[in-house]
């Protein structure tokens, strides 16, 4: 059984470039949620995904958008590129039903140049 | 901003000696989690204590909840070299999760 996978592992952009980030949850789990993790800091909530909707967002400008696709795997999309985007970003996933303990990918090492 | 501040930032202790970090936290929960980090790895769940529990075991894990202080204790017991990692609180509110920093755990042979 296939846990959280992200791609890419590790990814280097310059300033005012686009990135994309994708996450293929647990199997069996319908919602994915996305976190950036600074270096040094613990996690900081990006927005969540259920049933193809956002459902809820944290502190992150419109520069930060997603996207759940029918297979509920997702994506996260970050436009307009700064040095401060530079982190690693983390995909959970969980299932709704059965809200708890989040299942965690290893995550997507993006630095912004 | 982050809801749970964990403390100490950074813990060095021998193998075989126990851990102890703690988690403070402002608003009210629903439950809190901790969650462990190998260096700059994914999030792997520890436990997860519910507000109405006030003492959760996990085998070498004992996590404490003190919901009138709004804080929360794990202990590691026995610990490894393995355990060498940092842990995070995680506080739960309206299906998302608010982690703290994070304290820093090294286990010495």
């Known amino acids: 059984d296939a846990g959280v996978t992200q791609s890419p592992t590790h990814l280097i952009k310059t300033r005012g470039q686009q990135v994309t980030l994708r996450c293929s949850p647990k199997s069996g789990h319908d919602t994915v949620s996305w976190y950036q993790q600074a270096l040094g800091q613990g996690p900081q909530f990006i927005f969540q995904?259920?049933?193809?909707?956002?459902?809820q967002r944290g502190n992150f400008p419109d520069r930060f958008s997603g996207h759940q696709f029918p297979n509920y795997s997702s994506e996260l999309n970050v436009n307009a590129l700064l040095l401060g985007d530079s982190a690693l970003y983390l995909c959970?996933?969980?299932?709704?039903?059965?809200?708890?303990?989040?299942?965690f990918g290893e995550g997507s090492r993006l630095t912004v140049l | 901003s982050q809801q749970g501040e964990e403390d100490p930032q950074a813990l060095s202790i021998q193998e075989g000696e126990n851990a102890t970090m703690n988690c403070s936290y402002k608003t009210s929960i629903n439950n809190l989690q901790w969650y462990r980090q190998n260096s700059g790895r994914g999030l792997v769940h520890l436990i997860l204590i519910r507000s109405n529990e006030r003492e959760k075991h996990s085998g070498r894990l004992r996590v404490t909840l003190d919901t009138s202080k709004k804080s929360s204790s794990l202990l590691i017991t026995a610990s490894r070299a393995a355990d060498t990692a940092s842990y995070f609180c995680?506080?739960?509110?309206?299906?998302?999760?608010?982690f703290g920093a994070g304290t820093t755990v090294t286990v010495r042979a």
């Open positions: 995680a506080t739960d509110g309206d299906y998302k999760l608010s």
């Open positions: 995904y259920y049933e193809e909707e956002e459902r």
């Open positions: 959970a996933s969980s299932l709704i039903s059965e809200w708890g303990e989040l299942f």
